[in-house]
T-cell receptor, first 113, second 112 residues
Framework: EPEVTQTPSHQVTQMGQEVILRCVPI?????FYWYRQILGQKVEFLVS????????KSEIFDDQFSVERPDGSNFTLKIRSTKLEDSAMYFC???????????FGPGTRLTVT | SQKIEQNSEALNIQEGKTATLTCNYT??????LQWYRQDPGRGPVFLLL?????KEKRKERLKVTFDTTLKQSLFHITASQPADSATYLC???????????FGTGTLLAVQP
């Protein structure tokens, strides 16, 4: 069964460094998303992406964040200058259409020291 | 502001019984409601989606209901098994938005 994959599974970085989290959505899906979950808290929406542009973003997704679909299969989230409070699990998700269910990847645990 | 509440932090039941989990919401009119399972340190796994014009959906041992008047969804697992032990998340989405808004989840523990 097709699934969303994410790399790396765990990323440790120092405050102020840039990180890129990578995702391969399900191949025939058209909508892509990033969510994050701080330990012990709810899953929170960051951004959605469709037709090579951001379709919606949350207040969390400020100028330090960016997303890109560099080729036909990858979808990336970049954090330019990481802060301690960016430490969280980051989940990529994809869906076939807007009214369809979203499938999540296994997540990347980001630890900022 | 929008609020999603899921019943009790933990639900303990005996194997073979039916588990019923609740999702209540306020200040929101979702077009879709989705239920996910999440194991520790893992991503949410999609279980069922129900639309605002649907009352009930079933999939194997799972059943979800959606009452837009009560602003509530119930999620049932019949003939529960210890392998069903996990956190179950309710997520809502409006018609004009792509984002899912998640509840805090209910931890289900099925005792053998």
């Amino acid at each position: 069964e097709p699934e969303v994959t994410q790399t790396p599974s765990h990323q440790v970085t120092q405050m102020g460094q840039e990180v890129i989290l990578r995702c391969v959505p399900i191949s025939n899906h058209l909508y892509f998303y990033w969510y994050r979950q701080i330990l012990g808290q709810k899953v929170e929406f960051l951004v959605s992406f469709y037709n090579n542009e951001i379709s919606e973003k949350s207040e969390i997704f400020d100028d330090q964040f960016s997303v890109e679909r560099p080729d036909g299969s990858n979808f990336t989230l970049k954090i330019r200058s990481t802060k301690l409070e960016d430490s969280a699990m980051y989940f990529c998700a994809s869906s076939y259409g807007r009214s369809y269910e979203q499938y999540f990847g296994p997540g990347t645990r980001l630890t900022v020291t | 502001s929008q609020k999603i509440e899921q019943n009790s932090e933990a639900l303990n039941i005996q194997e073979g019984k039916t588990a019923t989990l609740t999702c209540n919401y306020t200040n929101y009119s979702p077009a879709y409601l989705q239920w996910y399972r999440q194991d520790p340190g893992r991503g949410p796994v999609f279980l069922l989606l129900i639309r605002e014009n649907e009352k009930e959906k079933r999939k194997e041992r799972l059943k979800v209901t959606f009452d837009t008047t009560l602003k509530q969804s119930l999620f049932h697992i019949t003939a529960s098994q210890p392998a069903d032990s996990a956190t179950y998340l309710c997520a809502l989405r409006g018609g004009a938005t792509n984002k899912l808004i998640f509840g805090t989840g209910t931890l289900l523990a099925v005792q053998p």
